[in-house]
């Protein structure tokens, strides 16, 4: 109020001014009426300024009136006044004066708001920013305040958003070009190098000394996920520095990358053969990081008898790293002499192997992996196996399999002798007979040991398929069927018979007319009987019948040892229906001699030739004839007179040894007589008009 009244006596001498307390009045020449505290009238002289909170609490808490109203007063003719509450209001006589000083307010003072970032806007960068504004903000304010900073809280409870700044814009303009040149730089931040090889994660450090970078001023780190990389931490323009050289460097190197089928190299080379790679590394200049790792591999080891997968591989990686092509390669070279000096490899064929039981080839395999080997099917053959790794542990593998394998033979052989008697596999060979199976092929189809496929008695290899019951030619894919039959304990049953449970006595099997079986038998019939149609053709199984002709086809071959053994024929028998069930369940009976011939014999008698029995297959009701084709066991014969009812001895001195049948005409029977009901067996029915 002194400064007012002071102006005011200086431009207007005349004017008294009396004081109230809220009122200022002015006594002299002209209209008197109240007015502002600056002498005034308040909508002619007030200018109030529209200034941010912030800027007003500066303005409040500086010199900063006092500044500016000792510079009006130096600049302007009429005094300007300041008065400053929740507004900043200037007072001054003079409109042009009024403007002039506003602008000199809002030009002068400043409050700027700068956005934090990402690490910027959290501990430990937000302590660091504070640190670095504290110490810029000190200097700047040396002997007054001419500015000043906060804090803008960020969604979370220690982070921060945004940094304001508020003062002489001069001074905002500095402390703002600290913090920016601090976010710019001096800011923690993260760059990811990204690494070739996962094995330069290993040996980073040496490879740090091998292109001459020292980390001082920032932080490397590292990893193998998600990939091979090195983390650069620090301040910015620390970590933007690393970056670039690191980059530089790891490009000027030469890497090259030495793989080895199983883990073995990797083995050998962190143990007895470290010193060796210590002395390649010194004399070639490089570094060599070794590495196992895993790789995927369907590796399929198959025998006959059992099945191993194994899905992954583990493998020997080694990454050789300098500066020089020549030195890597040279390296590169001498590691790979020194493993193969000190390795091995030995092949097992699929026939070595394939009577390995299920828990030998867990062995194998466990072997292997303990001993870092590595397997692989035998690349020269079709099967087998082939092992390969350091000599120690492939010399084991060998002398497990030498011990195995002969007693795995000798059981396998043993397994075989012992189920070909009970089992019989048969295969349908191209002349329509069924032929048996070798033992080893009949013992892999019982055991469905059939990956490999089989092997006929002629050394014909054949793929299977069990759900068809069917062979398939591997060279010419022709097809043939296969059979099973369960023999009994004391019997055992014909190849071309069909399959019988246990219990079944009897069978009588239809013939397929397009069968091989039925065209043969047909054509022995039709040769002889002329003009005569058949009807059908059945097989006749009997169990019981059967037997009792075996046994006596084994006493007639042991007799006749020593003149050819047994001689079997196929001869014709014919009948009348009243018979059939006889002969089909009881076989041919001796005791009907006579009752139509006993020319040759009082026996039972067989024709050679179809055409002659027909006479004797008497027509049924329906004008159908029946049939026999019987095999039987003429043995040595002799002669037949129609008082014989035996056999004669062949040597009066033996009268025990006896010819085995008589016939019509020695020199070309045309007609047999056997005296033993089991001597002939009914083989197949005819039925024909």
């Known amino acids: 109020m002194n400064d007012f009244a002071k102006g005011q006596r200086l431009s207007y001498p005349k004017v008294d001014i009396l004081r109230n307390t809220n009122i200022v009045i002015l006594k002299g020449p002209g209209n008197i009426r109240p007015t502002n505290p600056h002498g005034q009238n308040t909508s002619d002289l007030e200018r109030r300024i529209n200034l941010p909170q912030d800027v007003i609490t500066f303005i409040k808490s500086s010199n900063a009136v006092r500044k500016y109203q000792t510079l009006f ?87 921060v958003a945004k940094v304001r700044l508020v003062g002489y814009a001069e001074y905002v303009k500095n402390l703002r070009d600290v913090l920016q040149d601090y976010l710019l730089n001096q800011v923690f931040t993260k760059e990811v190098l990204n690494l070739q090889h996962p094995e330069m994660v290993d040996c980073f450090g040496k490879i740090l000394e091998l292109i001459s970078i020292k980390q001082t001023q920032v932080t490397l780190k590292q990893s193998l996920q998600p990939k091979p990389c090195v983390t650069i931490s620090g301040p910015r323009c620390h970590v933007q520095e690393a970056h670039k050289a690191l980059r530089s460097g790891l490009a000027s190197l030469t890497l090259e990358k030495l793989v080895l089928d199983g883990p073995g190299a990797v083995r050998y080379f962190q143990a007895e053969g470290k010193t060796s790679k210590e002395l390649v590394e010194s004399s070639c200049k490089v570094l060599i990081q070794e590495r196992q790792v895993s790789a995927p591999r369907q590796f399929i080891f198959s025998t006959p008898s059992l099945r191993h997968t194994t899905t992954t591989s583990q493998q020997s990686s080694f990454l050789f790293v300098g500066l020089q092509r020549q030195n890597v390669d040279a390296a590169l070279t001498k590691i790979k002499n020194l493993y193969q000096d000190h390795s091995a490899t030995k092949t097992f064929t699929n026939q070595d192997l394939a009577d390995l039981t299920e828990e030998d080839i867990k062995k194998l395999m466990n072997l292997v992996e303990t001993q870092d080997l590595y397997v692989q099917e035998n690349p020269l053959s079709q099967g087998g196996l082939t092992v390969s790794g350091l000599k120690a542990g492939v010399n084991q593998v060998n002398q497990m399999l030498q011990t195995l394998i002969p007693l795995r033979k000798e059981l396998r052989a043993k397994e075989e002798e012992s189920l070909y008697p009970g089992i019989a596999w048969c295969i349908l060979g191209q002349n329509g007979n069924w032929e048996r199976l070798p033992k080893t092929g009949n013992y892999n189809l019982e055991k469905k040991n059939i990956t490999k496929g089989i092997v006929d008695a002629h050394g014909v290899s054949w793929s299977v398929n069990l759900l068809k019951m069917e062979a398939r030619r591997d060279l010419t894919g ?207 029915l005819i039925t024909f008009r």
């Open 73 to 159: 007063q130096q600049r302007f003719r009429n005094p300007v006044f300041i008065e400053v509450g929740s507004d900043l209001v200037l007072f001054c006589k003079c409109p042009h004066d009024l403007d002039e000083a506003q602008a000199e307010l809002v030009g002068d003072l400043s409050v700027e708001i700068v956005k934090l970032q990402g690490a910027a806007t959290a501990p430990p960068d937000t302590d660091r920013i504070k640190e670095t504004l504290m110490k810029a903000k000190t200097v700047l304010n040396r002997d007054e305040l001419r500015v000043d900073f906060s804090f803008i809280p960020g969604q979370g409870a220690t982070t």
């Open 478 to 684: 022709q097809t043939a069927k296969l059979k099973r039959l369960e023999n009994l304990p004391d019997f055992t049953f014909p190849l071309y018979w069909d399959k019988m449970s246990k219990t079944q006595d009897l069978e009588q099997v239809l013939l397929d007319p397009s069968s091989a079986e039925h065209r043969t038998v047909q054509q022995g019939f039709n040769q002889t009987a002329h003009n005569k149609t058949i009807v059908k053709i059945e097989r006749l199984q009997n169990v019981h019948l059967r037997r009792t002709y075996e046994m006596q086809k084994k006493h007639i071959s042991e007799k006749n040892k020593n003149e050819g053994g047994v001689v079997e024929r196929l001869l014709y028998h014919g009948t009348s229906q009243e018979n059939l069930n006889s002969i089909k369940t009881k076989g041919f009976n001796r005791s009907f001699s006579g009752k139509h011939a006993t020319v040759y014999g009082q026996g039972t008698y067989f024709a050679v030739n179809a055409g002659y029995s027909v006479s004797y297959a008497h027509p049924a009701a329906d004008g159908t004839q029946t049939m026999f084709v019987a095999r039987v066991l003429t043995g040595l014969f002799t002669q037949g007179r129609s008082d014989m009812r035996i056999p004669p001895p062949r040597n009066s001195q033996q009268p025990h040894d006896r010819y085995d049948s008589l016939v019509d005409n020695i020199n070309n029977p045309s007609m047999f007589v056997v005296f033993h009901d089991n001597q002939a067996y009914p083989d197949y």
